[in-house]
């Protein structure tokens, strides 16, 4: 069964270093997301892109926070200088139609900001 | 905004005994809401999906029926396993100007001992 993959799975960095984590999704899905959850908080939104460009946005995808779609399979967030409340569990999802269509996760990478 | 908000954890049972996760819910829209399944080092999974008032979602013995007018989408099954233990997250989904980003409760863990 296609499955959406993230590397690396642990992410170990220094404060101000930049980072990018990579997912590749599902791949007839067109609709691509980033959410977070910190250690004991909600899963929260960051990111959504279809047609290779940002589609939403929430507040915390501030300028250091970027996406890309660099070969057509892989979905990368970057975070241009790396903080301590960056670190995180990030997830990827892709989801094949936009609505009420099932959207399928990674596994995850557990980002560390030392 | 949108928001929901899902009973503290974990949640203790034996094997053979009956899970409720009280779920509510407060949306701009119609909302679609979701059961989302998290087991240990796994990602997301969907669990149920129900998509309008007085859906029943089920899936693997869980159930929950989208309650619009008490805006609840409480999971429930009728004898729980060893297996059954993770951490099991409630969501919705509201279109936005064409696309729908997932909003997640904090998420609760289930722990079934033999």
């Known amino acids: 069964e296609p499955e959406v993959t993230q590397t690396p799975s642990h992410q170990v960095t220094q404060m101000g270093q930049e980072v990018i984590l990579r997912c590749v999704p599902i791949?007839?899905?067109?609709?691509f997301y980033w959410y977070r959850q910190i250690l004991g908080q909600k899963v929260e939104f960051l990111v959504s892109?279809?047609?290779?460009?940002?589609?939403?946005k929430s507040e915390i995808f501030d300028d250091q926070f970027s996406v890309e779609r660099p070969d057509g399979s892989n979905f990368t967030l970057k975070i241009r200088s790396t903080k301590l409340e960056d670190s995180a569990m990030y997830f990827c999802?892709?989801?094949?139609?936009?609505?009420?269509?099932?959207?399928?996760f990674g596994p995850g990478t557990r980002l560390t900001v030392l | 905004g949108n928001s929901v908000t899902q009973m503290e954890g974990p949640v203790t049972l034996s094997e053979e005994a009956f899970l409720t996760i009280n779920c509510t819910y407060t949306a701009t829209g119609y909302p679609s809401l979701f059961w989302y399944v998290q087991y240990p080092g796994e990602g997301l999974q969907l669990l149920l999906k129900?998509?309008?008032?007085?859906d029943k979602g089920s899936n693997k013995g869980f159930e929950a029926t989208y309650r619009k007018e008490t805006t609840s989408f409480h999971l429930e099954k009728g004898s729980v396993q060893v297996s059954d233990s993770a951490v099991y997250f409630c969501?919705?989904?509201?279109?936005?100007?064409?696309?729908?980003?997932?909003?997640f409760g904090k998420g609760t863990m289930l722990l079934v001992s033999p």
């Open positions: 969501a919705l989904s509201v279109m936005n100007s064409g696309y729908s980003t997932l909003t």
């Open positions: 791949s007839n899905h067109l609709y």
């Open positions: 129900a998509t309008k008032a007085d």
């Open positions: 892109f279809y047609n290779n460009e940002i589609s939403e």
């Open positions: 999802a892709s989801c094949r139609d936009e609505g009420y269509n099932e959207q399928f």
